[in-house]
C-alpha cells in the first residue's frame, strides 16, 4: 500500500472515521490518522485536519479548502476519495477547482490524483456524481445535513482563462445608425 509521491512542498492530512457501513470502507479516525501519517511522514511538511463525523460537520473539510485555495499546500491526503463526500457536502466543483486551477493533488494510500492524467479527472468526476446519488438515495434531494461554508476565491475559468486579458480600457466603436438624432457631445 506505499504510492509514489511527488514533490510536495506541504501537505494537508484529512483524517475522519468512516462509518459508511461497508467493510473495506470502515476504519476508526486513529486507524485512518496512523495510515495517512504512514504516507507523508518524512516526505514533506503536513498539517492534520480532523472531522468528528462529517454526516453533520464540515468545519474542518472547510478550513483545508480555504488553506488549500489560497496556495498553503500542494496536496491533500485522505484515506480514500469517499472521505470528503459528506466533509464537503459533495461540492466536487470546488475540489475539482483545486486542482484544475491550482495544481493540488489528492494522494490516497493507494494512487496520487492529479491534473495531468486524464483518466484520474474522469474517475474523479464520476465519483462525484456517484456520491452525490447515494446522497440522495439515503438522504433525499434536500441536502440539510451539512452546509457549505466555502468557496473558491476564483473560478478555475477566471484564473485559467485562455484569452488575453487587454492591458489598458478599449475603446469600442459601433456603427453608425442612420435616422438617428445626432447625441450631445458625438462626433459628426
Given at each position: 500500500?506505499?504510492?509514489?509521491?511527488?514533490?510536495?512542498?506541504?501537505?494537508?492530512?484529512?483524517?475522519?472515521?468512516?462509518?459508511?457501513?461497508?467493510?473495506?470502507?470502515?476504519?476508526?479516525?486513529?486507524?485512518?490518522?496512523?495510515?495517512?501519517?504512514?504516507?507523508?511522514?518524512?516526505?514533506?511538511?503536513?498539517?492534520?485536519?480532523?472531522?468528528?463525523?462529517?454526516?453533520?460537520?464540515?468545519?474542518?473539510?472547510?478550513?483545508?479548502?480555504?488553506?488549500?485555495?489560497?496556495?498553503?499546500f500542494d496536496a491533500?491526503?485522505?484515506?480514500?476519495?469517499?472521505?470528503?463526500?459528506?466533509?464537503?457536502?459533495?461540492?466536487?466543483?470546488?475540489?475539482?477547482?483545486?486542482?484544475?486551477?491550482?495544481?493540488?493533488?489528492?494522494?490516497?494510500?493507494?494512487?496520487?490524483?492529479?491534473?495531468?492524467?486524464?483518466?484520474?479527472?474522469?474517475?474523479?468526476?464520476?465519483?462525484?456524481?456517484?456520491?452525490?446519488?447515494?446522497?440522495?438515495?439515503?438522504?433525499?434531494?434536500?441536502?440539510?445535513?451539512?452546509?457549505?461554508?466555502?468557496?473558491?476565491?476564483?473560478?478555475?475559468?477566471?484564473?485559467?482563462?485562455?484569452?488575453?486579458?487587454?492591458?489598458?480600457?478599449?475603446?469600442?466603436?459601433?456603427?453608425?445608425?442612420?435616422?438617428?438624432?445626432?447625441?450631445?457631445?458625438?462626433?459628426?
Open positions: 500500500m506505499t504510492v509514489q509521491l511527488p514533490p510536495i512542498r506541504k501537505a494537508a492530512v484529512y483524517v475522519r472515521s468512516t462509518y459508511w457501513g461497508r467493510a473495506p470502507l470502515h476504519a476508526s479516525s486513529d486507524d485512518n490518522e496512523e495510515l495517512l501519517l504512514r504516507v507523508v511522514e518524512g516526505h514533506c511538511d503536513y498539517d492534520l485536519f480532523y472531522e468528528a463525523s462529517s454526516y453533520k460537520r464540515n468545519e474542518a473539510a472547510m478550513e483545508l479548502l480555504r488553506w488549500a485555495d489560497m496556495g498553503e491533500i491526503v485522505t484515506r480514500h476519495i469517499h472521505s470528503f463526500g459528506l466533509g464537503i457536502k459533495f461540492d466536487w466543483d470546488t475540489m475539482m477547482g483545486l486542482m484544475m486551477a491550482r495544481g493540488i493533488r489528492i494522494i490516497t494510500p493507494e494512487k496520487v490524483y492529479s491534473r495531468e492524467n486524464r483518466n484520474d479527472m474522469t474517475y474523479l468526476e464520476f465519483m462525484m456524481r456517484a456520491l452525490r446519488d447515494e446522497y440522495e438515495i439515503k438522504f433525499g434531494a434536500e441536502w440539510d445535513r451539512v452546509t457549505m461554508s466555502y468557496r473558491l476565491m476564483k473560478t478555475p475559468v477566471e484564473l485559467m482563462s485562455f484569452f488575453e486579458q487587454p492591458s489598458g480600457p478599449q475603446v469600442i466603436e459601433f456603427p453608425r445608425v442612420s435616422g438617428r438624432d445626432q447625441l450631445p457631445g458625438e462626433p459628426s
